[in-house]
């Protein structure tokens, strides 16, 4: 089965679900790699959701 990620651009402010806009976990930092991205994982409904960086 396929999951697709939904994926949002990081920011300064605290990384919040986009279904119920609770607080989110970081799973796994991905930093170190070319996605410089962060897996999160909602507080309240366990949504999964990829923080990335802008590419510039």
Known sequence: MDTVLSIF???DQPM???HCGS???ILSD???TN???LLHICNYC???FI???EKI
Request: glycine letters at 0%; a negative charge.
């Open 23 to 25: 607080r989110s976990e």
């Open 9 to 11: 651009l990081m920011n």
């Open 30 to 32: 991905l930093h170190h």
């Open 46 to 48: 366990n949504h999964l």
């Open 51 to 53: 923080e990335q960086e």
């Open 16 to 18: 919040t679900c986009s």
């Open 35 to 37: 996605s410089k991205s």
